[in-house]
């Protein structure tokens, strides 16, 4: 089979790659090394049962089955871009095997991180197409998986708000690294193409207009806000931990186009290291993860520079105080 292009790269060092190899010390982290996934897809055959009959395993040719070739690419993608952009190695940052199964359920209409693997449904035809389809969905799950290895965001209310919300913006952000999308070209939808012919709405989620992904008799209308003078304090939805998460995705996305460029090198970083630099709570509500953010903004481009009014604006825009 054909060399993964990270394999091609480390195969045609330069040479002055190769002396700073030689130059380290042994046993130190190597930061020339090139991460590469473990991929392993399986086949759940309609049924509920995890993880399934093994489909592909990393290196395998495709199958010819366009779900878990998808399922395979996408889980590629969203590996190279945490190696890309913030030199993250897999899910736990130390090479964690990438488990999936695809044809989960019958007319399954979800797609679920399950604390050890990702699982993805087909949908029903009618209101949803395959999980697997977009690029963003697979991010959002994959996340789930880095956000527990991380700032491990318990699953409710504010930080479980927080936990969805930061799933969003890194499977927005893999999405647009895909696509070479500035902040002011990307679409900033979540699961854009999910939803089946027919249904009134353009994707999952908006993190650019929380509320305004679709309008159907059938799913009923988006439920986000985008501001917290619509906080829902519902107890469904563990909290509303998918309808409030549209209050910091708008945060992050007003972050990203005010201070221009590819979102996923400053905001994303602001974000990033945020998440994973060991300085929130679970329980971490949206002010005090507002505050983590300025604080990274802070550490990363200093107290006076635009990055770090940016964010401090962003999340005054959608009403949190900071
Ligand atoms: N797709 C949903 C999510 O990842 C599934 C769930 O609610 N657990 O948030
Ligand atoms: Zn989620």
Excluded: C
């Amino acid at each position: 089979p054909a060399l993964r292009d990270s394999a091609r790269r480390s195969l045609a060092l330069s040479s002055a790659q190769r002396e700073a190899r030689l130059a380290f010390p042994a046993g130190a982290p190597d930061p020339t090394e090139d991460f590469v996934p473990n991929r392993t897809i399986h086949d759940a055959k309609n049924e509920e049962t995890l993880p399934g009959a093994k489909a592909r395993g990393e290196g395998d040719p495709a199958t010819g089955d366009e779900i878990v070739d998808q399922a395979y690419d996408w889980l590629g993608v969203t590996f190279d871009f945490f190696e890309a952009a913030y030199r993250r190695n897999s899910i736990d940052g130390a090479g964690l095997a990438l488990v999936s199964t695809v044809h989960y359920g019958r007319d399954y209409d979800n797609a679920f991180w399950d604390g050890e693997q990702m699982v993805y449904g087909d949908g029903d035809g009618t209101l949803f197409r395959a999980f697997t389809g977009p690029l963003d969905v697979t991010g959002h799950e994959l996340v789930h998986g880095v956000t527990q290895y991380t700032a491990n965001l318990e699953y409710r209310n504010q930080p479980g708000a927080l936990n969805e919300s930061v799933s969003d913006v890194f499977g927005s952000l893999v999405k647009q690294w895909h696509l070479g999308h500035t902040a002011d070209q990307a679409d900033w939808l979540i699961g854009q193409g999910l939803l089946a012919e027919g249904v009134n709405g353009v994707a999952l989620r908006s993190m650019k207009e929380p509320g305004t992904a679709y309008d159907d008799p059938r799913l009923g209308k988006d439920p986000q806000p985008g501001h917290m003078d619509d906080y829902n304090p519902t107890r469904g939805d563990n909290g509303g931990v998918h309808i409030n998460s549209g209050i910091p995705n708008r945060a992050f996305y007003l972050a990203s186009v005010a201070i221009g460029g590819h979102a996923w090198e400053k905001a994303g970083r602001i974000w990033y290291d945020t998440l994973t630099g060991g300085q929130l709570s679970a329980t971490v509500d949206f002010a005090g993860f507002a505050a983590a953010t300025l604080d990274s903004a802070t550490r990363l481009y200093g107290a006076e520079a635009a990055e770090t009014g940016a964010v401090r604006e962003a999340w005054t825009g959608v009403g949190v105080s900071v």
